[in-house]
């Protein structure tokens, strides 16, 4: 079945260093991928998504890039701040129905 | 635009009591989904609404269900609570259009606890 496996956190990094969330999954046909981000008592927010291999998505200076070859969609920024420390999420749409897939979350700590 | 609201925020039960919960979408939106988020779980989809109809059902027993009103405000129930169901649970609106993904809006969630 669809699944997506994410790094186990929680990942602690020092303001403005580079972050990296790995994030595999296992689909049939071709799934749309997401990120979702989840800051403290707040629901869920879209951060970013590809819709296709070998796109990429960013917004906020986190991006990730759709690997088909890989089957990964692995986030990325390249300075971290504290207001970046939440939880993320990533996501896959591979049916009709349009259901999300869910990855288990990573916590991210980040200490100034 | 009011982004979506969901009520109570905190709620505190006993086992075998029931729970509703509430969430209003945003306007304009059709679609409310509903998830259980918990620590050992994860996010595990429990049903969407569309236009008053359940149209998509995740794996959860029949003491969960839901229903939609005309103004596209959902409620949840949680019939004969377990401890076990204790959880975060989050409400998405969409727009809902079929045959395409709709981007979901999150509420900020129910905190459950059932003692």
């Known amino acids: 079945g669809n699944s997506v496996t994410q790094m186990e956190g929680p990942v602690t990094l020092s303001e403005e260093a580079f972050l990296t969330i790995n994030c595999t999954y296992t689909?049939?046909?071709?799934?749309?991928l997401f990120w979702y981000v989840q800051y403290p008592g707040e629901g869920l927010q879209l951060l970013l998504k590809a819709t296709k291999a070998d796109d990429k998505g960013s917004n906020k200076g986190f991006e990730a890039t759709y690997r088909k070859e890989t089957t990964s969609f692995h986030l990325e920024k390249g300075s971290v701040q504290v207001s970046d420390s939440a939880v993320y999420f990533c996501a896959l749409i591979a049916d009709s129905n349009y259901q999300l897939i869910w990855g288990a979350g990573t916590k991210l700590i980040i200490k100034p | 635009k009011a982004g979506v609201t969901q009520t109570p925020r905190y709620l505190i039960k006993t086992r075998g009591q029931q729970v509703t919960l509430s969430c209003s979408p945003i306007s304009g939106h059709r679609s409310v989904s509903w998830y259980q988020q918990t620590p050992g779980q994860g996010l595990q989809f429990l049903f969407e609404y569309f236009s008053e109809t359940q149209r998509n059902k995740g794996n959860f027993p029949g003491r969960f269900s839901g229903r939609q009103f005309s103004n596209s405000r959902s409620e949840m129930n949680v019939s004969t609570l377990e401890l076990g169901d204790s959880a975060l649970y989050l409400c998405?609106?969409?727009?809902?259009?079929?045959?395409?993904?709709?981007?979901?809006?999150f509420g900020p969630g129910t905190r459950l606890t059932v003692l």
């Open positions: 689909a049939t046909g071709y799934p749309s």
């Open positions: 998405a609106s969409s727009l809902g259009s079929s045959g395409t993904y709709n981007e979901q809006f």
